[in-house]
């Protein structure tokens, strides 16, 4: 197991100052424990780079009382400076869905999780807040994907689009638009086709449904274990269809959490919900205490 942060710290500090105000040379010391922590959290090196000197600034003079140690005082500041980047504005899990029928696009890589996620918000949306939601499958390069979400559908009691063979993408939007406004639905989810790496096509596809379904959420799931590949991914997704959240997924694996820092610091996109295990009620707002405690340690 790592060695937590606290631990490390007032590993240092007990070489260090005992009481008074952090100096800075206590500081630097310090920030070579912080800067092996973020990175065994797997947070990029030049977001750690970047962190650790806005905490530098916040640390260097802060006042040590009676009551908290050294290092205590250094994991309360580290502590605050995370939550801080995590957080976006607003609450993570308000979805904008006024205006019924609301689109909400759902974009990403194939075995991200886009499929079950899509799944576990409609069921959300609609225990929760008792929305009518419809689903429909656009990845027509993949029949298979688009009985999942059929089959998704039927256990979580959501409506799902019927499958019309030979259908493109666009006119599959078209269709579930067409669909919710008649049926009176809420909310209706597309769920866009996904593929092992970002390609010309992928996102040629994707924009042209967002340009007709003009989403009131365009969602990007990604796999919260693939650290800096994630990261990359959102940037590029953000950048040429525009997300307004991003969900990880696999939070229930054993990362330490660093990729939602890298991801918030990098692409400033919100993260909205964090996936937490395969079953349908595995999915939670994103909690900024919660991955700060995990980077941390
Ligand atoms: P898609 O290709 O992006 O649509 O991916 P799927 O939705 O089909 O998911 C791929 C696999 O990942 C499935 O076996 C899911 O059950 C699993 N999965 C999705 N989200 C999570 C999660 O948050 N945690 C875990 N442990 N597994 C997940």
């Known amino acids: 197991m790592f060695e937590n942060l606290s631990e490390r710290l007032s590993g240092v500090f007990d070489r260090l100052t005992k009481q008074g105000a952090l100096s800075e040379d206590d500081v630097r010391t310090a920030m070579r424990e912080v800067r092996v922590a973020l990175l065994e959290a797997d947070v990029s090196l030049p977001v750690a780079r970047e962190f650790i ?5 916040k640390a260097t003079g802060a006042a040590v009382t009676k009551s ?46 886009k499929t079950t996620t899509t799944a576990k ?9 008792g929305k009518r939601v419809l689903m429909a499958s656009l990845d027509t390069n993949r029949p298979a994907a688009m009985e999942q979400l059929a089959i998704l559908g039927a256990q979580i009691g959501v409506d799902t689009l019927p499958i019309v063979k030979g259908e493109d993408p666009v006119a599959i939007a078209k269709r579930a638009k067409t669909q919710a406004s008649l049926g009176g639905y809420d909310v209706y ?10 390609d010309a096509e992928l996102i040629a596809q994707a924009a042209a449904v967002r340009d007709v ?62 996936g937490l295990g395969e079953k349908m009620d595995a999915i939670e707002t994103f909690e900024p205490e919660r991955i700060a405690g995990r980077i941390l340690g």
Not at 190 to 198: E, N, P, S, V, Y
Not at 226 to 247: L, S, W, Y
């Open 121 to 129: 918000l409609a069921k959300r949306l609609k225990d929760r807040e």
């Open 213 to 274: 379904a003009k989403p009131r959420e365009t969602l990007l799931v990604v796999d919260g274990l693939t650290g800096q590949d994630a990261v990359n991914v959102a940037q590029e997704f953000d950048d040429k269809i525009g997300v307004t959240g991003v969900v990880l997924t696999r939070m229930d694996g054993d990362g330490r959490g660093g990729a939602a820092l890298s991801m918030r610091a990098i692409t400033g996109k919100p993260i909205r919900f964090v």
């Open 189 to 198: 989810m597309l769920d866009t086709a996904g593929r092992l790496h970002i």
């Open 68 to 113: 908290v140690t050294p290092g205590q005082q250094v994991v309360k500041i580290v502590h605050d400076e995370l939550i801080g980047t995590l957080r976006g504005e607003g609450d993570p899990g308000a979805l904008k869905i006024d205006n019924p029928p609301a689109p909400i696009l759902m974009v990403g890589l194939q075995g991200s999780g």
């Open 53 to 57: 000197k806005a905490v530098e600034k």
